[in-house]
């Protein structure tokens, strides 16, 4: 051991060495400072391919290149779950969304949250070792469609990598969270954010974006992990005036992709979108990176390319580029032309299955992206395996086409005021998913959730902040009778499902009331563990669903656990905090979820005996703070712009999910020149509630407040709240 930690040494100061001579690279980054990595960390290409060989480490976001998010772990296990408790738990600096996976190396965590603040533990203790928070400005908050969230963070050779919300690619000393180099990835004047975790292969560091819901252009970038310097870039959809961009995509968007595109349209100014915010995949085997590329921008594609009719490559693709180069390998469309926001940036997982000749093995990708298919490819070349779905679906008749294409339905084309299942939300949604290969299922969190699509009214008096192209309030009536929400929640829920992607059947299927539920991990125990907007961590029996063992965590879970061992004994992590989200999809009918939360790691370990926090006690009465006003055609414009600006954040009828505040029961709206303040003078803007006065008249606003202040009296009504001084 003395042997190898002086060869570490040694190696670190070499590396530190050749840093040092590359300033002319370093050009292009905000260096802030250099110091020789300490003997943290010490993570490099060779170390995470045999991260099967140290299953007591979880080195990168998905525990391996593969993103199974399996472990070979076995001390909890069916005999020891009844003593699993609580090891240890630590707060996090900041509130709101906490969808990252935790990486331990060497006995330390690293872990990222909200506001892409990052954090250093002792993973034994929760010890803090070091915080770092870069800072993003209140004012970003207003870039991204779903909090400011992050996934998580990358290590390599004694630094720590992180995506900042705001567009920075960030490099962290590992030892002291101290900045070696910041570069600004994207135009930061656009609606540009980073919520995905950075991927690290040889000596590159890769990201991707997100925005498309606000209209932009999608690309990955890679990056030399010692300097900053850019390697490659790729770009996911052509450049609005089909030239080259002096990229590694220019060759193939000019031979395949431009002529699937028309040359005017929305997508001509906004960028088109194909952003990926989410998987990005390291294939060994094939030296390829593997990218889920996003939605379209607009939606609608009769607003976005209205000159043809073309696939608009490479929208809601898997797309596989030469890992050195950045150069196109191959793709496989999901969802030609996209117009259901079904992104394909969901979890991309490799396997060798014995789908080869004869029985033999082959090397597959997998994924569960929004649509509601499971697809298998041919990872070398790939070659579609299967297509199945794996949820409910009725934007096609279920089959494909000789080419590989789905048949659509005509009503899912047409969009007049039809209710698409699955939503925009997805069948599957970044919450990870997990294969276990001794069992041969994948464990997928599937989201059951419909969406009214309308192209045919208020798309071109639309006030949208968000670059959708369709009716934001479809189906939205201002009043509505008492129980219309507790009705419709019944129509949404979500199940853990287990696939068989060999027979692309299901096996098993565990049902929720409620949508989106957490990540998983599976492991060699024949375990799966997975959070969920109720606030429990549950243990279930891979093999048949069965409800094993869970434990509350105070707040909810999304983020996907991940498993770790010190000094023989295992551990068991997940981040609790739920984020704005759930204002989107649990305020409105499904469900108030467990909000207001602070973040927190939570381990276990058999034999833990710490105590979970007390859950905080609610403070704001479900009461009216105004009198109502305003006249039906104010209430009705309100209920438009809310649909259009607002519901995103503080949920679909202005019910809120618990974790953005409640505006029906605030003080806020019940005050004219508070709310003016607030809403149009942007007073909150460091929180991330920036004024919104460039973008909606003092009318609209107005219209909004008499909306949300009406949504307070007809809960009254409706028995869901109750009038002042009745309590």
Sequence with gaps: MVHLFRIITILSFMLALVACGQEADRAASSEVTLQTPAVVAQVDTDRIKNAAAEPEMWMTYGGGYDEQRHSTLGQINRDTLPELGVGWVYEMAKPRGAEATPIVVDGVMYVSSAWSVVYALD??????????????????????????????????????????????????????????????TVDQSKPYTITGAPRVFKDKVIIGNAGAELGVRGYVSA??????????????????????????????????????????????????????????????????????????????????????????????????????????????????????????????????????????????????????????????????????????????????????????????????????????????????????????????????????????????????????????????????????????????????????????????????????NGGVLSTTAGLVFQGNKFGDFVAYDAETGERLWSHSLVGNAAAAPMTYEIDGEQYLSVLSGWGSVSSLIAGFTYGEAKGKEPARVITFKVGGNETMPAPLAKVVSATPKSPIFGEPEQHQLGMQRFAENCHFCHGAFAVSGGVIPDLRWSAISANDEAWDQVVREGVLEKQGMVSFAGHLTKEDTDAIRAYVIQQAWLAVANGNASAPGEN
Excluded at 167 to 175: F, H, I, Y
Excluded at 454 to 480: F, H, L, M
């Design 123 to 184: 993973a034994k203790t929760g010890e803090e070792k070091w915080v770092y928070d870069p800072e993003v400005s209140g004012k970003d908050a207003a870039k991204g469609c779903c909090d400011v969230v992050n996934r998580g963070v990358a290590v390599h050779n004694g630094r720590v990598f992180v995506g900042v919300f705001d567009g920075r690619l960030e490099a962290l000393d590992a030892a002291s969270g101290e900045v070696v180099w910041s570069v600004v």
């Design 223 to 516: 990056y030399n992990v010692n300097s900053g310097a850019l390697a490659w870039r790729f770009y996911t959809v052509p450049n609005p005036e089909k030239k080259p961009d002096g990229a590694a995509s220019d060759d193939i968007l000019a031979a395949l992709a431009n002529d699937t595109w028309g040359d005017a349209g929305a997508w001509v100014t906004d960028g088109g979108g194909g952003t990926a915010w989410d998987s990005i995949v390291y294939d060994t085997v094939n030296d390829q990176i593997l990218i889920g590329v996003g939605n379209g921008s607009p939606w609608n594609p009769d607003i976005r390319d209205p000159d043809s009719d073309g696939d608009n490559l490479f929208l809601s693709s898997i797309l596989a580029v030469d890992a050195d180069t950045g150069r196109y390998r191959w793709h496989y469309q999901t969802t030609p032309r996209d117009r259901w926001d079904y992104t394909a940036t969901q979890q991309i997982m490799l396997a060798d299955l014995p789908l080869g000749d004869g029985g033999g093995s082959r090397r597959v990708v997998m994924q569960a992206p929004k649509n509601g298919f499971f697809y298998v490819l041919d990872a070398a070349s790939g070659e579609l395996v299967s297509a199945t779905p794996f949820t409910n679906q009725n934007w096609t008749t279920g089959e494909f086409d000789e080419s590989g294409r789905p048949v659509l339905m005509e009503e899912a084309v047409d969009l007049a005021l039809y209710a698409v299942v699955p939503g925009p939300t997805g069948a599957h949604n970044w919450h990870p998913m997990a294969f276990n290969p001794d069992t041969g299922l994948v464990y997928i969190p599937v989201n059951e959730i419909p969406f009214f699509y309308d192209k045919t009214r208020n798309v071109a008096d639309s006030k949208s902040i968000w670059n959708i192209g369709y009716d934001a309030a479809a189906g939205w009536p201002v009043e509505y009778p008492a129980g219309t929400l507790a009705a419709v929640s019944g129509l949404d829920g979500g199940t853990l499902l287990a696939w068989d992607p060999v027979k692309a059947e299901p096996r098993w299927a565990v049902p929720f009331p409620l949508p989106l």
